[in-house]
């Protein structure tokens, strides 16, 4: 069959006015047909002279969300976006666009390059090209500032914001803000410009008002927090051109826009975006899910009260539950002082503070659990513990709720077995603090039933968390990654490097904190603990990583809590711990270590490379379905530099080849730590990549 054109753009001649109309679910991205289908018809209306006015709007949900991102790292297919908002600005007849939804990116430029613009209530628009790598590479750079101003353009462009309606309005963005259907909206506009009531004018006769103050303060702060990242540079580039004739503007926006999307940055970021929707693709995907209307949070410490804060959140009324009055009423102020610290934010008022707090109950009885549609245990990590609580929910709870561990590393099929329904438990694993990071590993156990999976997964949506699918073994998928890796730190330490020298150059390749911080911020104690409960099974050819940290831990050091671990901290300032400097020398002597030089690029080598080795590990053992489920593990959990796209995609810029050469390096200094997994080495042979891996699943 041959293929048949996609019509997406149609045109409805209502009295003088042209009614163009874009369709192309689920966003209105703007495919190539989508373009040629607004070319086409603006060219169309202007040689017939069909209409006195042509009003655009879209159908669905939004209007144009964007460029087809789906469209990057092909052969580009005219009209170029560019070309063609310059065509729809030189329009003779003059045109008014509806903007719904969200209008976004490539979607607010077709916008800004009509002109005049009419909101609709509800409506948000964004330059969020940045959050993808790229910068506005359609106008924009030229076009909001020529509306609003150069501040207002450098906010929107470099923060990616989605900025409601009403302040679009205020700024002069859109010309009026109104309620209804697109289409009628559309059509008393038109009506409006014919009868000279909607003024009319072209965005580029606009001149800009210079502002270098503005232009230096972003370039210092872009230099101050982005700067691993090439697309805000580019984009302040762009809008201080904006002062000059457009058509020079223009030129200088495309150029960083073409240089944008050749980057490594813009692969990897637009790889974060869609493997945050990927993930979600999972066996259970099309099981009916339960419905939640009521969760049950057994324990009230961080965890309890972060899960119980995020459900609260959503929505969702929470019952708490301390085993002691005194352990309930902290659990209950924690969750309070949430709430204020996202009232003190701004993120929330005081009356919806108020009524969140009013769905949420506390009791010192398991009982009060008995109606709950799910119940979430954030207990301590003892697996006796766990099980006794499990074997008491069983005869409470109703039939059909859903026992749920917070488990970070425990054996879920174990929890289950204290339980007459295996199949109503699952892992639902979440990451301090439990209100903040997106990361929600929904842990499948052998028996878990397809719908309470499913559920996890809607849980996990309706809180704004980011749902991945982890197997059963010991740490799921990140933390089981992290207990490997974080050994590379450790013995870089004792062969040579100091901890500050290990933080510095994993923050130079793009992590917000380094390992040593991030122990000090966590707690060195909770390391502490896993080594110990470890150390029985230890390999006795494995080289013990725990040398130093514990020396650390057995002073009373546990980090930042304590004030001391790494590095010591007075009140806001913090420096190496000269402490941690003799316990280095000592374990090193102690172990006969004639310290070496590592370079910044050594240990980032090392570093990634033991990530890569259990991530690979992980999806060979199936604990992940793909590839991709790691990188958003990462991405969203463990702060992993979002441009990079998480450990497997970066993997991919190296390639296994490289990869299994490298480890082989390695291993002649340790051959137990340092293996190459069967799949990289059959990568290496096959040329297969990660990518290609996440295309097959
Ligand atoms: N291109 C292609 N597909 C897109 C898309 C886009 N721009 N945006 C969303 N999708 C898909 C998405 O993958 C998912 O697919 C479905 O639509 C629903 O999305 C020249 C160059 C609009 C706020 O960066 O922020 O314009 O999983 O699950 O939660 O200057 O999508 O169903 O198969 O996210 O309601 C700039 C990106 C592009 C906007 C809706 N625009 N999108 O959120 O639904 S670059 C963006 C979003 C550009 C110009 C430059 C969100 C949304 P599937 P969803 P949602």
Same mark, same amino acid.
């Given at each position: 069959m041959t293929d048949q054109p996609i019509i997406s753009v149609t045109t409805e001649i209502v009295g003088d006015v042209a009614l163009v109309c874009i369709d192309n679910p689920p966003v209105n991205a703007l495919s190539v047909h989508v373009r040629t289908g607004i070319q086409s018809a603006v060219a169309t209306i202007n040689a017939e002279?069909?209409?006195?006015?042509?009003?655009?709007?879209?159908?669905?949900?939004?209007f144009i969300a964007g460029a087809d991102i789906t469209e990057f790292g092909k052969p580009p297919m005219p009209p170029a976006l560019p070309d063609l908002l310059n065509e729809v600005e030189a329009s003779e007849i003059p045109v008014v666009c509806v903007v719904h939804g969200t209008a976004l990116g490539g979607g607010l430029e077709v916008a800004l390059a009509a002109h005049a613009r009419v909101g609709v209530k509800g409506l948000k628009i964004?330059?969020?090209e940045v959050l993808i790598g790229l910068l506005p590479g359609a106008g924009g750079t030229q076009r909001v500032p020529r509306l609003a101003g150069i501040p207002v353009a450098l906010d929107m462009a470099l923060s990616g914001r989605q900025m409601p309606g009403a302040e679009a309005l205020e700024l002069g963005l859109i010309d009026r803000l109104e309620d209804g259907a697109p289409r009628d909206i559309a059509l008393q506009a038109g009506q409006d410009v014919i009868a000279g009531t909607l003024e009319t004018r072209r965005t580029c006769d606009l001149q800009t008002?210079?502002?270098?103050?503005?232009?230096?303060?972003?370039?210092?702060?872009?230099?101050?927090?982005?700067?691993?990242?090439?697309s805000p540079q580019r984009c302040i580039e762009a809008i201080a051109a904006s002062t000059g004739p457009i058509a020079d503007g223009l030129k200088i926006e495309r150029q960083a826009f073409i240089d944008c999307l050749a980057t490594p940055q813009r692969a990897g970021l637009i790889h974060a975006f869609f493997g945050e929707r990927a993930v979600?693709?999972?066996?259970?995907?099309?099981?009916?899910?339960?419905?939640?209307?009521?969760?049950?949070?057994?324990?009230?410490?961080?965890?309890?009260?972060?899960?119980?804060?995020?459900?609260?959140?959503?929505?969702?009324?929470?019952?708490?539950?301390?085993?002691?009055?005194e352990a309930l009423d902290k659990g209950v102020a924690t969750i309070t002082g949430n709430l204020d610290g996202a009232v003190k934010r701004g993120k929330l008022s005081a009356e919806k503070r108020d009524a969140t707090l009013a769905m949420l109950s506390a009791s010192t009885e398991l009982q009060s659990l008995a109606e709950v549609d799910l119940v979430i245990e954030a207990v301590f990590e003892k697996m006796e513990v766990k099980k006794?609580?499990?074997?008491?929910?069983?005869?409470?709870?109703?039939?059909?709720?859903?026992?749920?561990?917070?488990?970070?590393?425990?054996?879920?099929?174990?929890?289950?077995?204290a339980t007459s329904r295996p199949e109503d438990v699952i892992g639902l694993h979440f990451f301090s603090p439990a209100h903040v990071m997106r990361l929600l590993e929904i842990v499948v156990a052998d028996k878990t039933a397809p719908e309470v999976t499913a559920t996890g997964f809607a849980l996990a949506k309706r809180l704004k968390k980011i749902g991945v699918r982890a197997g059963v073994c010991d740490g799921f998928i990140g933390n089981r990654i992290l207990g490997h890796y974080s050994k590379t730190a450790a013995y870089l330490v004792l062969d040579g490097a100091t901890p500050q020298q290990v933080d510095q150059a994993?923050?130079?390749?793009?992590?917000a904190m380094g390992p040593h911080k991030v122990g000090d911020l966590a707690g060195l104690d909770i390391g502490w603990m896993t080594r110990q409960r470890k150390a029985a099974d230890m390999p006795s050819n494995e080289r013990y990583a725990g040398n130093v940290a514990d020396r650390i831990c057995e002073n009373g050091w546990f980090g930042r809590k304590t004030g001391q671990g790494y590095y010591v901290y007075e009140g806001r300032d913090m420096r190496p711990n000269p402490e941690v400097?003799?316990?280095?020398? /000592?374990?090193?002597?102690? $172990?006969?270590?004639?310290?070496? =030089?590592?370079?910044?690029?050594?240990? +980032? !080598?090392?570093?990634?490379? /033991?990530?890569?080795?259990? $991530?690979?590990?992980?999806?060979? =053992?199936?604990?992940?379905?793909?590839? +991709? !489920?790691?990188?958003?593990?990462?991405?969203?959990?463990?702060?992993?530099?979002?441009?990079?796209?998480?450990?497997?995609?970066?993997?991919?810029?190296?390639?296994?080849?490289?990869?299994?050469?490298?480890?082989?390096?390695?291993?002649?200094?340790?051959?137990?730590y340092w293996q190459v997994p069967d799949l990289l080495r059959e990568m290496a042979a096959s040329g297969r990549s990660f990518a290609d891996i996440n295309k097959e699943a």
């Open positions: 002279k069909s209409a006195k006015v042509i009003a655009i709007y879209a159908a669905g949900r939004t964004g330059l969020p008002t210079p502002d270098d103050a503005a232009l230096d303060a972003a370039r210092a702060m872009v230099e101050k927090k982005h700067r691993n990242l090439v979600a693709n999972v066996p259970e995907k099309k099981a009916q899910p339960r419905d939640i209307n009521a969760i049950g949070v057994i324990g009230g410490g961080t965890m309890g009260s972060g899960i119980a804060t995020s459900a609260l959140l959503a929505g969702i009324p929470v019952t708490l539950i301390e085993v002691k009055q006794e609580i499990f074997g008491n929910l069983d005869t409470i709870c109703k039939p059909g709720a859903i026992l749920a561990s917070n488990t970070s590393y425990l054996d879920i099929n174990e929890i289950a077995t994993l923050e130079d390749f793009g992590f400097e003799k316990i280095i020398a /000592a374990e090193r002597e102690k $172990a006969g270590i004639t310290p070496r =030089d590592f370079t910044d690029q050594d240990i +980032v !080598d090392r570093y990634m490379t /033991a990530m890569i080795v259990e $991530a690979t590990r992980v999806v060979e =053992d199936g604990i992940a379905l793909r590839p +991709v !489920d790691v990188d958003v593990v990462f991405l969203s959990g463990y702060g992993f530099p979002r441009f990079r796209g998480g450990p497997l995609h970066y993997a991919d810029t190296i390639g296994a080849a490289e990869l299994v050469k490298r480890i082989e390096d390695y291993a002649s200094e340790d051959a137990h």
